[in-house]
């Protein structure tokens, strides 16, 4: 099976063209799935050219037994499909206080796919990983020169590790999105799934792991998709993003939508983290000041965002400002303000969508 | 003792002001040392203002004895003075192919002095370092905040650290710089001091010490101050940079100075390495064609630059391209291009000089 043409829904926002960099319009959420068609599309370097015929997953480093992995191998190992919300840690960069560089997404950063593939903890386990082995690094068959914010020293491929303390069961290495081969945009033929971490994490076109002892300094972890973690007194230090914060991000209205005046207006939206389940979600329909409880209308799943809503009629005519917040079963909050040690990324505070309430239509109904 | 006045030589060349970063003319070089005030200045923050009476610095982490150290403390302990070669890793950075971020130094971010303090070995013995360390943090009293090439996520002060692995009897912790106070453009009244190893690690203001057990992330030495390492086939990996490489300089001819047909004229410049010490240099004046080997008119001595000489009658009118190439005692040779992983910093590939030899004067000679 040669590399399939891309299946691109119409209605994508374009961030960045070459590669390219298109958003889910999050309006148009309407149940938990994304067509593939639809998931949001987060690229660092051209879509690799791939042949799922002659692919090979390398697994190499510390295992005692390094593998050369055709797709069927993969394919004949027991099979797990896993729903996952996958959200890009810059989403929401649009709405920082400070511009920041990097794709400026708005709010469909964010998309929820059934990925089907093998686990990886299974492929390790087949590789035999050997004393002191501290980390995986996963590799993707991309590659390119990063020159922003700092260069890259020459091409690179783009790689992210894992530690080996984290459940490895969970994590995919998947050939199927919603129940067919992967698109090319989407990692076809292989890409790693991490429940619950930030997209930086879902290497596409993943052709290598690594298994090393020591904490992986490359790039994509040190440069980008890195904040700053303060630990006692000292200066921060740079630490690679891994698991979703908790954030409630409304759909419905979307920002600068006209709404009518006393007419009932379902507000809709989701919520989601990495750890833990959305529990509570409340809605401010007045910048701030009051809050009331939101329903939540598909049940909590791990890993997988919840969908709310408010039925709110509108008794006031002019702008108004909605803002959703969540907490969840761990306890976590969202944070009223952005963390500048979060840099352009992990951007959870409640985010104000402007509105606007036209008594036009109301007055229309009552000549 | 209140903080004194900062001397400053005439001549240094203003690279940056507020915070000021000052060039050593490396053209007056004329002997093994540079005086305090013609020393080159890499400041990241304004100068803070600290009085040695009150002054103290603090010993914490993972010790014994946290301590809290007077200069008076200091200065009763046995006291070491080292001769010190200092040169900042972006030394040369104007030169590079292509334009890079920074201070854009030339040939002058190198200079040497004399350095009187305490070991940084006995500083710790006072403190009783326990199992399990890997690091001690040099911490500055400067601060702010750094925005450029990544925001440090607020203020931060300077911060370096060093490996405990490292030969630390002869890390000084130094009050004194030829033989007087330090000016407080120099780190007044403490300094680290890091024989062999580029100027960020010679920590200014020094009042923190802190002992870890990790590798230490902070912003001087994952996005600044660090490169990037290949270790097998990944993706390289960011690491702090550490020792200076060997390089060559010339300081005279100056760039783009007239020299005289047919009279004989003395090139003279200096080399010096992080690791042994400069054995051969060479001299090139036909652009890298032919090399003369240079004379060393210093002896070679460890973490101290290597002055050197050769005699030169100029044949021929026109523009020529002067370079210095050095071998070490280890064995260590100049790259004759600059590796790009190196980024912005550790350039020692021989810069070509370019000078004009001018025909007229030795016209006037024989009328």
Redesign the interface.
């Known amino acids: 099976m040669t590399q399939p043409d891309p299946v691109l829904a119409p209605g994508l926002i374009t961030r960045q063209v070459g590669p390219d960099n298109l958003e889910t319009p999050f309006s148009a959420l309407s149940g938990e799935l994304t067509s593939p068609g639809a998931h949001y599309v987060r690229s660092h370097f051209p879509v690799p050219v791939l042949d799922a015929e002659t692919f090979t997953l390398s697994v ?2 510390r295992v005692a037994h390094p593998l050369q992995l055709s797709l069927g191998d993969l394919q004949a190992m027991p099979a797990q499909t896993r729903r996952i919300t996958m959200e890009c840690a810059g989403n929401n960069r649009v709405y920082l206080p400070q511009k920041a560089r990097g794709v400026q997404w708005e709010l469909g950063g964010v998309s929820t796919a059934d990925w089907t593939g093998v686990s990886l903890a299974a492929v390790l386990e087949r590789a035999g990983v050997q004393p002191g082995a501290l980390e995986v ?1 996963l ?1 993707g068959a991309d590659r390119g020169e990063m020159t922003d ?6 091409e ?2 783009y ?1 992210r590790s894992l530690p080996l303390t984290l459940d490895l069961e969970d994590v995919l290495l998947a050939y199927e999105m919603n129940g067919a081969a992967l698109p090319p945009q989407h990692g076809y033929p292989l890409r790693a799934i991490v429940p619950g971490w930030y997209g930086m994490a879902a290497v596409k076109w993943l052709n ?1 792991l ?1 298994v ?1 002892d020591r ?5 994509f972890q ?2 980008d998709y890195a ?2 973690e303060g630990r ?8 690679p993003l891994s698991a979703m914060h908790l954030k409630a991000q409304i759909a419905r209205p979307a920002p600068r939508e006209v709404v009518s005046l006393g007419r009932p207006y379902r507000v809709t939206g989701a919520a989601w983290c990495g750890q833990g389940t959305p529990q509570t979600v409340e809605v401010s329909i007045d910048g701030g000041q009051t809050w009331q409880p939101g329903r939540w209308t598909t049940p909590a799943q791990t890993a997988v965002w919840r969908l709310w809503e408010l039925d709110w009629t509108p008794e006031q005519a002019g702008p108004h400002e909605l803002l959703a917040r969540a907490v969840s079963s761990e306890g976590e909050m969202q944070p009223a303000h952005h ?5 352009s990324y992990e951007i959870t505070h409640p985010i104000a969508i402007s509105i606007v309430v036209s008594g036009a239509d109301a007055a229309q109904e009552n000549p």
């Open positions: 190499a480093g690094v590799q914010p700092l260069p890259s020293g020459g690179i491929h790689a290598r690594e090393i904490p992986y300094g490359g790039y040190t440069v904040r700053w006692g007194d000292l200066p921060p230090e740079r630490v963390d500048p040690g979060r840099g």
